[in-house]
């Protein structure tokens, strides 16, 4: 008998009311990350796929919804969420060196920076900023 040992699953996972559940069992996800949770049970992070790409998702009420990303990218992670469901987070390339910051709410995803005049820096989110502006929304 053998087994590979270099492959290993790594789940995120919500507990409430003594009942486990748990979060990365999406497409076969074999990584996934909860980044925030809302008091409402909404939780947003990303997956990691078998193709090694990362999924921004959102759980809430026992549906996971994949957020997708921004146009000619490659991968994203939900990085904040508030009580309207509403979530920041990054879009990025395949190297992750692009991030772009994004909204998502009702369904659509929103790139930042056409939020802001064209001549300002690029926008992303990073952990504390994103909550701050995820509350904010």
């Known amino acids: 008998m053998s087994a590979d040992c270099d492959l290993v699953f790594i789940h995120a996972l919500l507990w409430h009311n003594g009942t486990v559940t748990d979060l990365g069992d999406f497409e076969g996800a074999f990584l996934s990350h909860s ?7 909404q939780v947003v992070g990303d997956v990691v796929l078998p193709d090694g790409l990362s999924h921004a998702l959102i759980w809430q009420n026992g549906v996971v919804t994949d957020l997708g990303r921004l146009p000619g990218d490659f991968q994203s992670i939900g990085v904040s969420v508030n009580n ?30 056409t939020l802001i005049p064209a001549d300002s ?10 909550s701050i502006l995820a509350e904010r929304s």
């Open 84 to 113: 309207k469901g509403q979530v920041v987070g990054n879009s990025a390339g395949i190297n992750d060196a692009d991030r772009t910051g994004f909204l998502w709410q009702n369904g659509v995803m929103t790139d930042l920076n």
């Open 35 to 41: 980044e925030s949770i809302t008091a409402r049970g």
């Open 121 to 130: 820096p690029r926008c992303f989110c990073s952990m504390h900023p994103a």
